[in-house]
């Protein structure tokens, strides 16, 4: 690690492949601080994901996203969770090439199950199923190409993830 300051190990993967969940566990475990980018840009818009999407759209989601993943690379020593389309912007794939960064891997069935209706995950809206199928097959090659490791998470709970996880790490 060529930082002073970096993650000790940063989650990437698809909605409902369980990063924020495991973030906080992992955290918990090691006695470090959990740290979300979708919080920190929820911070920075002061309102919600989807309200960002509605009111000022997806481009500039995104580019609050950049900022607050290049910030918290810089300055967070936890674990840190993306959020699932943080890796599509070739800025942060370059600043993720020297972390470690896991990417948790669901199946469409599970992702499925784990995010319910979709409320709050804007890009989710109108068929849940197909818009989760789409994305996994567009982004599956990004979270394979920035990963230094790979979970798989089908079936399983997210402490048996975090404990994978500890186990890939240690
Ligand atoms: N391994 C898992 N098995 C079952 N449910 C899970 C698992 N990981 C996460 N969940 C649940 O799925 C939902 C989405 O998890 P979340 O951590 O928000 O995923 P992400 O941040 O990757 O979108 C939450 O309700 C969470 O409790
Ligand atoms: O995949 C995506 O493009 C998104 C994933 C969400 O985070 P999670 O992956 O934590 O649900 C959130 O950043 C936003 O709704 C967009
Ligand atoms: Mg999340």
Redesign the pocket.
Known sequence: MTHPVSPRVVLV?A????????AELLATSWGVAARDTDHDVEAAAGKPISEIFVDDGEQHFRALERAAVATALAEHDGVL?LG?GAVLAEETRTLLADHAVVF?RVGLSDAVK??GLGVGRPLLLGNVRSRIKTLLDERTAVYEEVATHVVD?DG???AE?AAEIEELLR
């Open positions: 993967g909605m409902g492949a369980g990063k924020t969940t495991v969770a699932g948790l784990r995010v998470t399983r709970t997210p993830v």
